[in-house]
């Protein structure tokens, strides 16, 4: 059986994670918290980068920071995870839910002014496959009411809009190194980046459970007290020691996706030119990370009986969100504002393909012959061959 994720391991974590166990520094702040939270403020260029439990944890931060209370009002797609609302409805906030463009299945930002109310706190906008929104329009309307954004960027790392880490756009941005992500620590963990410098005496004193533990490290206070409200937001060290095996070689996870990603992309292209399936569309001012391949079939009807055929022929496929607005928590503490044209009908239509770093050329082959076969069209075989063979020299190193 293929199966439809398996968690990157590229070598060196095992040592890693023996090196942290041996450091008898297990708690967060270790060495290899350091050196993580230090690449990412490089790699994304931002002051400060903090890493959490998890991305709920990282957008629970952001909650906190931005002071959400009962009656706010955050502005989100409805085709999202759980937690990109949990994190407000926990402060009692009341989640709005705009309708998603059909083409990156991204919040629509020309329906997101329509949706403004004197409530309104912030927009939280979620990269969807690591292609970004459109964020100049975002910040543009955040802006001009006032409001906070907080970029859901749990599938976006290693991506850009105009060449911009996604992330570094709006107050906060958030990530997640789950095992489903493109890099993991060990299974559970998270990234928040504060991209305003206000925020980040606050951020720290949050992070470390309502103290100033941070500003007693960096030597500004003689001892630390309790300051504020704050939680348990840290890393572990063990967590941390696996994730930095990640980011050692993340260029190579990065490359290694993209390249699976677009070799998907080219077989199945004959399928979607007869219009039988459609396939990702990416702006061209977005640079993605091959997080995700999907395609979208006629209906649900058609995906279910798809899911079924790829699992008789050994291969796992899933689809993906429930649009938010219609689970029973969804009704309870959201609404969705103006007409559900897209959210329902795309979401239903799309189906996820096994996408790992471990997933090799042959696997691709039977998958996609495999939908091929579904479809009855058997030219796949026809594929161009130099294809295949220039992006594996364009991309082997
Ligand atoms: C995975 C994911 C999350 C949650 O991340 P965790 O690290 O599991 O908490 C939140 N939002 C989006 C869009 C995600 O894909």
Redesign the pocket.
């Known amino acids: 059986m293929i199966p439809f994720n398996k968690p990157p391991c590229t070598g060196n974590e095992e040592k890693y994670v023996l090196e942290a166990i041996r450091s008898c520094k297990l708690g967060g702040n270790g060495n290899f918290n350091k050196k993580c939270q230090e690449w990412f403020e490089k790699k994304l260029n931002c002051n400060k980068a903090l890493l959490t439990p998890?991305?709920?944890?990282a957008?629970e931060m952001t909650a906190l920071l931005t002071d959400i209370k009962e009656g706010d009002e955050v502005i989100m797609p409805s085709y999202?995870?759980v937690?990109?609302a949990n994190a407000f409805v926990l402060r009692g906030a009341k989640i709005v839910f705009v309708d998603i463009r059909p083409d990156t299945m991204n919040i629509d930002e020309n329906k997101i002014e329509d949706a403004i109310t004197e409530k309104t706190k912030a927009i939280v906008p979620?990269h969807?496959a690591g292609v970004s929104c459109e964020m100049d329009k975002i910040l543009n309307i955040a802006k001009k009411y006032k409001l906070y954004v907080i970029e859901?960027s749990?599938?976006g790392m290693m991506c850009s809009y105009k060449g911009k880490p996604l992330g570094t756009f709006g107050h906060f941005g958030?990530f997640?190194?789950?095992e489903?992500?493109n890099y993991t620590s060990g299974g559970?963990?998270?990234l928040l980046i504060v991209n305003n410098q206000h925020f980040e005496e606050r951020a720290e004193i949050i992070w470390e459970k309502g103290t100033n533990r941070s500003l007693f490290f960096q030597g500004k206070v003689d001892k630390y007290t309790w300051v504020g409200v704050g939680s348990s937001y840290l890393m572990n060290e063990i967590s941390a020691a696996y994730l930095w095996g990640q980011i050692e070689r993340a260029e190579d996870i990065n490359n290694r996706r993209l390249y699976l990603w677009n070799i998907y992309y080219e077989y199945l292209k004959p399928l979607e030119e007869l219009g039988l399936i459609e396939l990702p569309k990416i702006p061209e001012y977005c640079q993605h990370n091959g997080h995700i391949f999907y395609i979208k079939v006629r209906d649900k009807n058609e995906r279910g009986k798809l899911i079924e055929y790829l699992k008789q022929n050994g291969i796992s496929s899933a689809f993906h969100y429930i649009p938010l607005h219609s689970s029973p928590a969804g009704k309870k503490f959201g609404r969705f504002h103006g007409k559900d044209e897209f959210t329902t009908k795309e979401s239903e239509r799309l189906l996820r393909l096994p996408m790992y770093f471990d997933l090799s050329l042959e696997e691709i082959e039977h998958i996609v012959f495999t939908i091929s076969n579904f479809y009855r069209f058997k030219d796949t075989k026809a594929v161009k061959k130099e294809f295949i063979h220039n992006m594996e020299i364009a991309f082997k190193n």
Not at 54 to 57: D, E, G, I, P
């Open positions: 998890s991305c709920t944890a957008l999202t995870f937690s990109t979620v969807y859901d749990a599938q958030t997640s190194f789950h489903t992500k559970e963990g998270g």
